[in-house]
Structure formats: structure tokens, C-alpha cells
Antibody, heavy 122, light 111 residues
Framework: QVQLQESGPGLVKPSQTLSLTCTVS??????????WTWVRQPAGKGLEWVGR???????NYNPSLRSRVTVSVDASKNEFSLRLTSMTASDTAVYYC??????????????WGQGILVTVSS | QSVLTQPPSVSGAPGQTVTISCTGT?????????VHWYRQLPGTAPKLLIY???NRPSGVPDRFSGSKSGTSASLAITGLQAEDEADYYC???????????FGGGTKLTVL
């Protein structure tokens, strides 16, 4: 059974950098046909794709966040991470990690973590 | 504003059928990239409900079905139950943005 679990600080000060980790269990993070992604959701609002990383190490990011976001993978720990710099109140959200399936007809996300609430406040 | 457009809310009585629409453009749904649907119960993470337009993951009842035509897609829920009350999101891929995109979500209320 594949499971994802987010970890990291629940509170970040404005201008600081957020670092979150997603620990993957039940499958190797390097297994084919998958990628690993972050999605966030401000309170009472919809889902926003943040970024993804493939098993090759290649990453893609939401253009609105591209200058501030980095997604990386540590295969030895079977986990991947999100780094978001220059945090502001508008970055306050629940952050989810998820597994994406690579399909020619477009990807989808078949396994999600439970989410972690990150609040930006001084 | 989301690239994919969903109605903010829909409602139905127990046992009825409701449909939720998801409208896109020629660079996503009409490209044609597949549409996928997620259900988010209050306070929980989204869960994959339909993938590849009309496929159900193991464990999802056949009361849930999806369809796609042109630049739009729909999720149908038959035999509505109280536990279906949740937020529903459509998702696709946009070739212009080179991003995965979500609809704004639809809140289903069971009357």
C-alpha cells in the first residue's frame, strides 16, 4: 500500500523559506511511470499545482511560483522535498504531496498525503 | 481564476442523480487531454475518483461516472447519498501552460 506523509514546520515567518518533506512508503520513489508533486490549497479555496519532479530528476514548476520554488528528490531516503522562498501571507495553505502517473493523455494524481497546514505569520 | 470552469455548487436529494460540469479550452480538455476527478471530504485530502475521463480506481462505486466531449467533461453521481457531500475537482493538463490544471471545485450538498 503506497502512502505519502508530509512533514515540516507549521509556522513560517514572512520572508523566510519553507522546507517540506514528503516521505514515501510502499513503493520505491524511483519506480517508473510516476512523478512526485506538490499541490497546495489556501483555506476555503481550490487546489493549486505547485511543482513536480520526475525520477530522472527533471522538475517543472507553476509559472506563478517558478522564481521561488524548488522540488528535489532524495532516493536514498525515499522522499522528496519542497522549498519555497520569500514566504508571504498569501502562501498560507495546506500543502499536499502526491504521486502522479505519467500518461501520454495527461497526468493524474493517484495517491495523496494527508496534507500539512503551513501558516505564514510573524 | 481557474483555467477549468466548474459550477461553485450543486445539490440534490438522496437517491437523485447530479452532474458536475467542467469546461476547458482547446489547449487542455479539447487538446485532447484526459480529465480526472477528485473528491475532497471536509478536512481531508483529495482522493482520486475518476481518471482518464471515465475510469474508476479500485474501490470507487459505479455510482460515479465520467464523460468528456469536446472541451467539456462531466461527473455524474447516481443514487445520491449523504456521504457524497463533499467538494469535487476536475483536473487536466494544459499544453500552453505545460502545467497540470484544476477546476475551481464544486461543493455538492445533499439535501
Amino acid at each position: 500500500q503506497v502512502q505519502l506523509q508530509e512533514s515540516g514546520p507549521g509556522l513560517v515567518k514572512p520572508s523566510q523559506t519553507l522546507s517540506l518533506t514528503c516521505t514515501v512508503s510502499g513503493v520505491s520513489i524511483t519506480s517508473g511511470s510516476y512523478f512526485w508533486t506538490w499541490v497546495r490549497q489556501p483555506a476555503g479555496k481550490g487546489l493549486e499545482w505547485v511543482g513536480r519532479i520526475y525520477t530522472t530528476g527533471s522538475a517543472n514548476y507553476n509559472p506563478s511560483l517558478r522564481s521561488r520554488v524548488t522540488v528535489s528528490v532524495d532516493a536514498s531516503k525515499n522522499e522528496f522535498s519542497l522549498r519555497l522562498t520569500s514566504m508571504t501571507a498569501s502562501d498560507t495553505a495546506v500543502y499536499y504531496c502526491a504521486r502522479g502517473r505519467v500518461e501520454m493523455s495527461g497526468p493524474h494524481f493517484d495517491v495523496w498525503g494527508q496534507g500539512i497546514l503551513v501558516t505564514v505569520s510573524s | 481564476q481557474s483555467v477549468l470552469t466548474q459550477p461553485p455548487s450543486v445539490s440534490g436529494a438522496p437517491g437523485q442523480t447530479v452532474t458536475i460540469s467542467c469546461t476547458g479550452t482547446s489547449s487542455n480538455i479539447g487538446a485532447p487531454y484526459d480529465v480526472h476527478w477528485y473528491r475532497q471530504l471536509p478536512g481531508t485530502a483529495p482522493k482520486l475518483l475518476i481518471y482518464g475521463n471515465n475510469n474508476r480506481p479500485s474501490g470507487v462505486p459505479d455510482r460515479f461516472s465520467g464523460s468528456k466531449s469536446g472541451t467539456s467533461a462531466s461527473l455524474a453521481i447516481t443514487g445520491l447519498q449523504a456521504e457524497d457531500e463533499a467538494d469535487y475537482y476536475c483536473q487536466s493538463y494544459d499544453s500552453g501552460l505545460s502545467d497540470s490544471i484544476f477546476g475551481g471545485g464544486t461543493k455538492l450538498t445533499v439535501l
